[in-house]
């Protein structure tokens, strides 16, 4: 497996000062927000950046392993093609990048006064037609396990992926949140998810179980979170993505700067692969 950072968790940084820390404590990616606060914009993105960015980041040895934009709505009929066209705005980064996923939200939840199953089709058939692109373009897209989507847990995104049924499109594992949700053990979390997933968030916080308060972030192994067997599952099913430290500095900037909480990250997440019978890449 191999270690990513989110700039997410390093917000006063440019795109390059995030790759450089990433470089400079032997991170092998870093995954990028895509927003107009973000490290990289969509709408202000052009070819000689993506080349620039590209570049830099191959001259650290840092991939460029995951975009994450916030085109969240592929339900309501008024946002829908504008949020279609921006993920197909961000696919085209990523090829440009040569970054090998972009981050997709399964959402949102549906409202109880509309059909499910209809919804459902609906935010579906969204995904399958960038999923479209992403294949045009060889990237994938990655949907995320996320609260406040129609992905909320394992069992909903298990139904969405079928729903899709396209193979640009799979999984992006955060634990955080299928733990709190609460359906499913980490067992049956990887019985249902087989081999979709293509990205994994990482990230802890104190407990006591599922009822852990996620304002306080924790180095992954010292929380609530069931790592050892989250990770052990991950080797059973022959994963070799990345793990990527979401660290939320940016929606909580009481939290340590990503000078101080990354390095121990990284070991704690080295330790906790080791631990579990795996190596990194």
Known sequence: ?????????????????CIDLMGDLGFDGVEVRVAPDGQLDDLTYDAAL???????????????CCLTPYYQDLLDPALRDDRIAGLRRVIGMARDLGCPLVRAHGGPTIP??????AARDTIAAGLREVGDYAAECGVRIAV???????TYSVTEMADMIRRVGHPAVGVLFDIAWTYRAGEETVAEAFELLGGNILHCHVKDFP?????G?????????SGCLP????LAHLLASSYNGYLC??????WKPELPDPEDWFPQSLRAMRRLLTEAGGTSC
């Open 1 to 17: 497996m191999k270690f990513a950072g989110h700039t997410m968790g390093m917000p006063q940084r440019d795109i390059y000062g």
């Open 50 to 64: 993506g080349e620039r960015v590209g570049a830099y980041a191959r001259g650290r040895d840092v991939e460029i």
């Open 112 to 117: 109880p006064e509309q059909d499910s199953n």
């Open 144 to 150: 995320e396990t996320h609260g406040g989507s129609g």
């Open 207 to 211: 407990g006591p179980g599922r009822d």
């Open 213 to 221: 308060d996620f304002r306080l972030q924790q180095l992954p192994g």
């Open 227 to 230: 790592w050892p067997e989250v």
């Open 245 to 250: 430290d979401e660290y939320e500095k940016f």
